[in-house]
């Protein structure tokens, strides 16, 4: 399995900040990788697909970058709606794998 | 617009067959793979497996011996059974579309989630 791992585990920043969050992939695996984040009692909602494509109607605020083994998810400036939990996860073989999550909260 | 429903029972006994049912609306599911995906209280996401509209399935091997899936055309449904459920396996369950996307088949639409308690 390819195990896929986040950091940090858990942020706090304010309204307008810059946030960067990292995922690393145990192996390469190009750039089959996805974005999402996840509020309390919600499903997840894809993001970023193909590391670094914006999903349709999500806010151009969000980008995502890396190929390979390592890659990054921004946010420009964060919005109170962007206060979430947010998780990567490969596409590039079965069985599909998550990151453990990056829980992003208000400073 | 694709919308995903799960249903089926919120309580299971231990050691006894979890059964779930995905309905989708909006899309055929004579096309793309279909997920389930699951997440125990203030965990986070495990593939449980997929299913393809020719009836290939893809399994997690963690969970691979204790699982079925299977697909209903005529209904636009799928649906997974877990056996020997025990109380590790309590957890929201997600049904998912794994869509096109160019080749990289995110999960592009999510049902709301259903509880399931092995008790």
């Known amino acids: 399995d390819i195990q896929m791992t986040q950091s940090p585990s858990s942020l706090s920043a304010s309204a307008g900040d810059r946030v960067t969050i990292t995922c690393r992939a145990s192996q390469s695996i190009g750039s089959y990788l996805n974005w999402y984040h996840q509020k309390p009692g919600k499903a997840p909602k894809l993001l970023i697909y193909?590391?670094?494509s914006l999903q349709s109607g999500v806010p151009s605020r969000f980008s995502g970058s890396g190929s390979g083994t390592d890659f990054t998810l921004t946010i420009s400036s964060l919005q109170p709606e962007d206060f979430a939990t947010y998780y990567c996860q490969q596409s590039y073989s079965t069985p599909r794998t998550f990151g453990q999550g990056t829980k992003v909260e208000i400073k | 617009q694709v919308q995903l429903q799960e249903s089926g029972p919120g309580l299971v006994k231990p050691s006894e067959t979890l059964s779930l049912t995905c309905s989708v609306s909006?899309?055929?599911?004579?096309?793309?793979?279909w997920s389930w995906i699951r997440q125990p209280a203030g965990k986070g996401l495990e593939w449980i497996g997929r299913?393809?509209?020719?009836?290939?399935?893809n399994y997690n091997p963690s969970l691979k011996s204790r699982i079925t899936m299977s697909l209903d055309t005529s209904k636009n449904q799928f649906s997974l059974k877990l056996s020997s459920v025990t109380a590790a396996d309590t957890a929201v369950y997600y049904c998912?579309?794994?869509?096109?996307?160019?080749?990289?088949?995110?999960?592009?639409?999510w049902g709301q989630g259903t509880l399931v308690t092995v008790s």
């Open positions: 998912a579309r794994e869509g096109a996307s160019g080749s990289y088949r995110p999960f592009d639409y």
């Open positions: 909006g899309d055929s599911i004579s096309s793309y793979f």
């Open positions: 299913i393809y509209t020719t009836g290939t399935t």
């Open positions: 193909g590391a670094s």
